[in-house]
């Protein structure tokens, strides 16, 4: 009896730390983002159950936050070796990133886990590294008011640029506080020069970058500042220029002072929120009379990568790989009016404005140069500094691009 006691106390024992072995064993692995806000409550965290459900030994804590404050934790985490294992990214951040030793190559992960990586249709790189796959990629086509363009004359949307020109003239009427286009180029906060100037350049073709260096004096830049000198000339864009922002000009679209704004996809949904009577239209973005190519658009994502201090890499990995599946990424593309960027995720076309989206990106190109370019919130900044000068008659469009590629030099 003794020895038969004896053994079933050394089962309970080796139970007990079987249990204790394998809640030490367990893998915990921070997130951090700042998506969970702007996805309705309670979807991201779901996802990250759904995960930990699939991968028992893994949990994830998500660290979210808004834009602004995500990107101010990311630079503290990098400076002092604390990122998160899993970091939600923007593409103007990670060159400086991956400089620093803050985010690792996704080369060496994707390759150890055997993950085919031709379902994913781009990933972001630097130095020939690939450091950030952007999970889903909001494009910034343009918007139409159609009564305003409809009480204006105008009754096809514009495909070239003296076609938009011609259509923000008739748009205009300065007694309503009316006007034909909006263009937000704050130096505070200056995406409006990668959203709303250089998209003018990619819609055509163009390149502000030639092997990866500054090349803003080539014709198309110049071609470009004139063409948007003209169109302030003319009186089309709204006032204020200097002083607007991002939110600035969608709030000007949504409450009908303007008739035309190039802006992300995602915006679509907070014009409907405002007004579910606006009745607006979607576009490629107007190219240079002659180019036939494939238009430009300019994009932003939620772009994902790994910390380079993370003892967890391999786990990292397996939450993205997640991530990136055409369920879960098809899902997050939905609840986002985003573009998802595994190439067997079919988005939900059933809203005619995402299908209309869907349609221009299939037939464009996604192209942001500013994506893994170093500083590329100063370099935006560099060139609108530029422009304001430009703008208030200090200087021709030739001499603006060749003080930016002087700037933009000195950062590269």
Same mark, same amino acid.
């Given at each position: /009896?003794?020895?038969?006691?004896?053994?079933?106390?050394?089962?309970?024992? $080796?139970?007990?730390?079987?249990?204790?072995?394998?809640?030490? $064993?367990?893998?915990? #692995?921070?997130?951090?983002?700042?998506?969970?806000?702007?996805?309705?409550?309670?979807?991201?965290?779901?996802? /990250?159950?759904?995960?930990?459900?699939?991968?028992?030994?893994?949990?994830?804590?998500? #660290?979210?936050?808004? &834009?602004?404050?995500?990107?101010?934790?990311?630079?503290?985490?990098?400076?002092?070796?604390?990122?998160?294992?899993?970091?939600?990214?923007?593409?103007?951040?990670?060159?400086?990133?991956?400089?620093?030793?803050?985010?690792?190559?996704?080369?060496?992960? !994707?390759?150890?886990?055997?993950?085919?990586?031709?379902?994913?249709?781009? /990933? *972001?790189?630097?130095?020939?590294?690939?450091?950030? !796959?952007?999970?889903?990629?909001? *494009?910034?086509?343009?918007?139409?008011?159609?009564?305003?363009?409809?009480?204006?004359?105008?009754?096809?949307?514009?495909?070239?640029?003296?076609?938009? %020109?011609?259509?923000?003239?008739?748009?205009?009427?300065?007694?309503?506080?009316?006007?034909?286009?909006?263009?937000?180029?704050?130096?505070?906060?200056?995406?409006?020069?990668?959203?709303?100037?250089?998209?003018?350049?990619?819609?055509?073709?163009?390149? /502000?970058?030639?092997?990866?260096?500054?090349?803003?004096?080539?014709?198309?830049?110049?071609?470009?500042?004139?063409?948007?000198?003209?169109?302030?000339? %003319?009186?089309?864009?709204?006032?204020?220029?200097?002083?607007?922002?991002?939110?600035?000009?969608?709030?000007?679209?949504?409450?009908?002072?303007?008739?035309?704004?190039?802006?992300?996809?995602?915006?679509?949904?907070?014009?409907?929120?405002?007004?579910?009577?606006?009745?607006?239209?979607?576009?490629?973005?107007?190219?240079?009379?002659?180019?036939?190519?494939?238009?430009?658009?300019?994009? %932003?994502?939620?772009?994902?990568?790994?910390?380079?201090?993370?003892?967890?890499?391999?786990?990292?990995?397996?939450?993205?790989?997640?991530?990136?599946?055409?369920?879960?990424? $098809?899902?997050?593309?939905?609840?986002?009016?985003?573009?998802?960027?595994?190439?067997?995720?079919?988005?939900?076309?059933?809203?005619? *404005?995402?299908?209309?989206?869907?349609?221009? *990106?299939?037939?464009?190109?996604?192209?942001?140069?500013?994506?893994?370019?170093?500083?590329?919130?100063?370099?935006?900044?560099? &060139?609108?500094?530029?422009?304001?000068?430009?703008?208030?008659?200090?200087?021709?469009?030739?001499?603006?691009? $060749?003080? %930016?590629?002087?700037?933009?030099?000195?950062?590269?």
């Amino acid at each position: /009896m003794k020895f038969r006691s004896v053994t079933l106390l050394g089962a309970a024992t $080796a139970a007990l730390m079987l249990s204790v072995g394998g809640a030490a $064993a367990q893998t915990n #692995i921070e997130f951090i983002q700042w998506w969970e806000p702007e996805l309705p409550p309670g979807f991201l965290r779901g996802i /990250m159950d759904d995960f930990e459900a699939a991968n028992p030994d893994i949990k994830v804590t998500l #660290i979210s936050g808004p &834009f602004a404050t995500t990107r101010d934790q990311v630079a503290v985490g990098a400076a002092s070796g604390t990122l998160s294992d899993v970091v939600g990214l923007d593409g103007a951040w990670v060159n400086s990133l991956y400089q620093q030793g803050a985010i690792t190559s996704l080369d060496a992960l !994707i390759e150890g886990a055997g993950y085919d990586a031709s379902q994913v249709s781009t /990933m *972001v790189s630097v130095d020939g590294t690939n450091v950030m !796959i952007p999970l889903v990629s909001g *494009v910034y086509p343009l918007f139409i008011n159609l009564d305003i363009a409809e009480a204006a004359g105008v009754t096809e949307i514009p495909s070239t640029r003296t076609e938009f %020109a011609e259509a923000a003239k008739k748009m205009t009427d300065p007694s309503k506080n009316q006007y034909g286009w909006v263009l937000p180029l704050s130096l505070q906060t200056a995406n409006g020069v990668q959203n709303d100037v250089m998209s003018w350049l990619w819609a055509s073709g163009g390149h /502000m970058l030639a092997d990866g260096k500054p090349n803003l004096e080539n014709e198309g830049v110049v071609d470009t500042l004139n063409f948007l000198s003209e169109l302030n000339q %003319a009186g089309v864009i709204s006032p204020g220029i200097f002083a607007k922002s991002e939110q600035d000009k969608v709030e000007e679209f949504a409450s009908g002072r303007v008739g035309m704004m190039i802006s992300a996809f995602v915006h679509a949904n907070l014009i409907r929120e405002r007004d579910p009577n606006l009745r607006f239209a979607l576009a490629a973005l107007p190219a240079v009379e002659g180019y036939e190519g494939r238009r430009g658009l300019a994009f %932003a994502s939620w772009g994902i990568g790994v910390s380079e201090g993370s003892e967890n890499k391999e786990e990292a990995w397996k939450l993205i790989e997640y991530l990136l599946t055409p369920e879960i990424n $098809a899902r997050i593309a939905a609840q986002t009016n985003m573009v998802p960027v595994n190439v067997n995720a079919t988005p939900d076309l059933s809203d005619p *404005v995402v299908a209309s989206t869907f349609e221009i *990106v299939q037939s464009g190109s996604l192209i942001n140069e500013f994506v893994g370019a170093p500083v590329a919130e100063e370099l935006m900044r560099d &060139f609108g500094i530029e422009m304001q000068k430009q703008f208030e008659g200090g200087q021709a469009a030739a001499e603006a691009a $060749a003080n %930016a590629q002087k700037a933009w030099l000195a950062r590269f």
